[in-house]
Each structure stands twice: as structure tokens, then as C-alpha cells.
């Protein structure tokens, strides 16, 4: 399986946002390879073999993984009013996705830096 087809299996009441999250990951991770782990879309950075960042669709919501503490760390504040586990951001309504703290934080990834949570 890859992208494409995962995208193409998703409910279509989540595709768009799911395909907007794939585009902005394609757009703001220049370099990164984009694979399937875990049963899911991830971006690797060269010469790594952990994904930084993964995005999936689940049975009651979209999530957004986000694998760098330090990115987590510096954006606290704008995380803290969204559900978040420790690396998930989670998107119940699709509709409401925060795509420019996903970008944002998108950017901040592909910035070199310490630490990942894996």
C-alpha cells in the first residue's frame, strides 16, 4: 500500500482533509520520504529510518503525529487547546483541522534539530 491508495480507501467524508494533510506534508518536508508504517503515511527524514511525522485516519477521528519533542515543546501553547495525546493531535470533526498550526508545525519539523519521541 502507499499514499495514494490509503488515500483512496479513507471515508469520503475525511478524504479532502486527509489529502489537504498529505499536500501540506509533501509541500513544507522537502527531502523526507514518504512511506507506510504502522499501517499509515510517514515522512522520514534522510539518512533516518523513524518517520518524524504520521498522519492516519481512524475510527473516530484523524490524527496527526508529531514525533520531535522540542517541535512540541515550542508550540505548547497553540497544542494545548486541541485534543493531544503524547505525539497524536487529534481531529474529531474533519472540517475543523487546524491546518495552519499543521503547517506551522510541518515547518518547524523540517527545521534540523534534537529529540524525538519514539
Wanted: charged residues 30%; contains cysteine; hydrophobic residues 45%.
Amino acid at each position: 500500500m502507499d499514499a495514494d491508495a490509503y488515500l483512496a480507501a479513507a471515508p469520503d467524508a475525511r478524504r479532502e482533509a486527509l489529502t489537504r494533510l498529505r499536500e501540506l506534508c509533501l509541500a513544507e518536508l522537502p527531502g523526507f520520504e514518504e512511506a507506510i508504517a504502522y499501517g499509515m503515511p510517514v515522512y522520514i527524514r534522510p539518512g533516518e529510518e523513524v518517520g518524524e511525522i504520521a498522519w492516519a485516519n481512524q475510527k473516530q477521528y484523524i490524527s496527526f503525529y508529531l514525533m520531535r519533542t522540542d517541535v512540541r515543546e515550542a508550540f505548547a501553547d497553540r497544542l494545548a487547546p486541541h485534543d493531544m495525546g503524547k505525539a497524536c493531535l487529534r481531529f474529531r470533526n474533519p472540517a475543523k483541522v487546524d491546518f495552519a498550526l499543521i503547517r506551522d508545525l510541518l515547518r518547524a519539523t523540517a527545521a534540523p534539530g534534537p529529540g524525538r519521541a519514539c
